[in-house]
């Protein structure tokens, strides 16, 4: 089955710049979709296709997808970013949807 | 505004059965996937099961494979989640969520998700 690997941890200081990465075979064939889980809230979609993002959400996120890795980048992170972050494709070959293990951003 | 309620989760013993509920109001519910999605406490999201907009088109994870049933009743704007023979590591909060078709007859990206509803399974 297809497997989607990211970091369990992300760390960076207010200000910066977070990249959270999602390896798969040959992951740039497909469609990547990232969504952000805080604590005690359901998740919500931040980028999808890709690079799309919600109208609702702020353009310092954005994504990019390319060979064996796409990337969710959020600029100028702050305290309100702090959450857990999944990828999700589609595995055609299974007819299954797919998620990341996740990574936990932390503001340091 | 598009809205998803969860509801039926509860305690149940190892091998017990419960009906989850998903209650959807504020879009055309027929011209949408739905899908069921699981975090158990310490992991991450796991997908369980989709289904079509007319019910043709369903599937579930190879975890919950002839446990859990997918359904949905168009004219209730409802979805569910038929959960038999339940185990330990099925202890979770299950949301359900709303999906576009992607290219083909498939599930796209999620949006939105309802608040979940919790299931723990324990004797």
């Known amino acids: 089955s297809y497997g989607l690997t990211q970091p369990p941890s992300v760390s960076v200081a207010p200000g910066e710049t977070a990249r959270i990465t999602c390896g798969g075979y040959?992951?740039?064939?497909?469609?990547v979709h990232w969504y952000q889980q805080k604590a005690g809230q359901a998740p919500i979609v931040v980028v999808y296709?890709?690079?799309d993002r919600p109208s609702e959400i702020p353009e310092r996120f954005s994504g990019s997808n390319s060979g064996s890795t796409a990337t969710l980048t959020i600029t100028r992170v702050d305290a309100g970013d702090e959450a857990d972050y999944f990828c999700?494709?589609?595995?055609?070959?299974?007819?299954?949807?797919?998620f990341g293990g996740g990574t936990k951003l932390t503001i340091l | 505004q598009v809205q998803l309620v969860e509801s039926g989760g509860g305690v149940v013993k190892p091998g017990g059965s419960l009906r989850l509920s998903c209650a959807a109001s504020?879009?055309?519910?027929?011209?949408?996937?739905m899908g069921w999605i699981r975090r158990a406490p310490g992991k991450g999201l796991e997908w369980i099961s989709y289904?079509?907009?007319?019910?043709?088109?369903?599937n579930v994870a190879d975890s919950v494979k002839g446990r859990f049933t997918i359904s949905r009743d168009n004219a209730k704007r409802s979805l569910y989640l038929q959960m038999t023979n339940l185990r330990g590591e099925d202890t979770a909060l299950y949301y359900c969520?709303?999906?576009?078709?992607?290219?083909?007859?498939?599930?796209?990206?999620?949006?939105?998700w309802g608040q979940g509803t919790q299931v723990t399974v324990s004797s």
């Open positions: 969520a709303r999906s576009k078709a992607g290219v083909g007859p498939h599930p796209n990206w999620f949006d939105p």
């Open positions: 504020g879009f055309t519910f027929t011209d949408f996937y």
């Open positions: 289904i079509g907009p007319n019910s043709h088109f369903t």
């Open positions: 040959k992951i740039g064939d497909r469609r």
């Open positions: 296709d890709d690079a």
């Open positions: 999700q494709v589609w595995d055609g070959s299974q007819d299954h949807v797919v």
